[in-house]
C-alpha cells in the first residue's frame, strides 16, 4: 500500500470487507473474513441455527419466530401500520424489536436461512406479503396490498433482489 494516498487504502479496504470478502467486522475490530460475523451469520443461516455468538437482546429464553410465525406477526405489523387508503411501512431496523416487543418472539433470520434480515424479508414466502426498499438514508418494508398483487394482473410472480 506504500505511495497510495488514505483514500486510496480506504477505498481498497472497503472492497475488501463489501465486494471481495476478504475482510469483516468481529466485536468492532478488522477481522480475515472467515473469522468475521459475517462469515458466522452464513455458517449458521446454512445450518438455520440462531447465531449464538451475537447475544440475544432481551431474554435469550424468548422462543424463535418460525416461519409461520414470520408470516403471520409480519402480516399483522404491516397491517396496523397501514393508515387510511396507504400500505403499513416501517422500517428494517424496528421489525425485530418490533417482534419482540409485540409477540414475544425473536425474529432469528439465520433459523430461517438467512444470512442478512433484508434477504429473509425479500424469500418468495414473504413476496405476497411485503417488499423491501431503500428510502433515503434507510430501508424500510412496505405491505404488498392487492392492487399490487402480479398474479391479479395474469403475470407471473417473482422476487427480486434489491442491488
Known sequence: LE?????????????????????????????????????????????????LLIPRKGDPNTPLATWEDARGRLAEILSDAATAGRPGVITLSNVKRLFRSRFGL???????????????????????????????QQHVVIQRTGAEDPWAAGEPACAESAP
Do not use: N, W
Not at 127 to 135: G, H, I, N, R, Y
Open 3 to 51: 505511495g497510495r494516498s488514505l483514500g486510496e487504502v480506504c477505498h481498497i479496504v472497503q472492497i475488501a470487507v463489501s465486494q471481495r470478502r476478504i475482510l469483516g467486522y468481529l466485536e468492532g475490530s478488522m477481522v480475515p473474513f472467515g473469522r468475521s460475523v459475517d462469515c458466522i451469520k452464513e455458517q449458521c443461516a446454512v445450518r438455520k441455527q440462531p447465531v
Open 106 to 136: 425473536e425474529l432469528s433470520e439465520t433459523a430461517l436461512g438467512y444470512s442478512r434480515l433484508h434477504d429473509l424479508l425479500q424469500d418468495p414466502r414473504l413476496s405476497d406479503l411485503c417488499v423491501v426498499e431503500a428510502q433515503g
